[in-house]
């Protein structure tokens, strides 16, 4: 890009973030649209407008379909409409893409033996319950991190998961091995 490219790229851009903030969208959206029309901007060496044609953006996510992951490209594909409707105050001509198949792998289950023994190489107990909470419930790392004893309610079995993936809330159960698991747990520490 010459150095008017990238002057009315960085103006373009700006105004762009500006407009996504303004529209509520969350911080994670916000950067994944603004990355991909920077991606976009780099990909062309010019400042995406009206000068870019359909064909440009076949060329474009052809190219992307190689090198990146299809959420990326759904993401990128989103990110480019929003600027051509926000930015440029034009209709983007939809580019339609379908989605390459994709080998589907079954996760490795751990069996009770070989739970059994991971557990059995932590030597601190808040580890050792921390890691069973997360295996019996199902939920992620950062979930189990920041869960507090007011999150989990006995009589209805199940735990609420504060601002979860996507900063939501959802509720998971637990059954009764997950409570006779943990006590296993405790009364086995020294």
């Not at 790229?9 to 990355?35: C, M, P, Q």
């Not at 780099?42 to 990146?68: G, M, N, V």
């Not at 930015?87 to 989605?99: A, F, G, M, R, T």
């Not at 997950?178 to 020294?190: E, K, M, Q, R």
Request: with cysteine.
């Amino acid at each position: 890009m010459n150095d008017h490219e990238k002057r009315q790229f960085a103006i373009n851009h700006a105004k762009y973030e500006r407009l996504l903030v303004l529209r509520g969208y969350s911080k994670a959206t916000i950067d994944n649209y603004t990355r991909g029309i920077r991606r976009l901007a780099d990909w062309f060496h010019k400042c995406p407008d009206q000068r870019l044609k359909k064909a440009d953006f076949e060329a474009y996510f052809s190219q992307l379909i190689k090198t990146h992951s299809w959420s990326t490209i759904k993401c990128d594909r989103n990110a480019v409409m929003h600027y051509w409707k926000l930015v440029l105050e034009q209709d983007w001509e939809y580019i339609n893409l379908i989605k390459p198949p994709i080998k589907k792998h079954l996760p490795d289950i751990l069996v009770a033996e070989e739970i059994n023994r991971t557990l059995g190489c932590v030597y601190r107990t808040h580890y050792e319950v921390y890691l069973y909470t997360v295996y019996t419930l199902g939920i992620r790392l950062s979930e189990a991190l920041f869960l507090q004893v007011g999150d989990i309610d006995g009589k209805t079995k199940r735990v609420h998961i504060r601002e979860g993936k996507g900063c939501k809330d959802r509720f998971c159960y637990f059954t009764r091995q997950y409570l006779s698991g943990s006590s296993t747990i405790l009364a086995n520490t020294p």
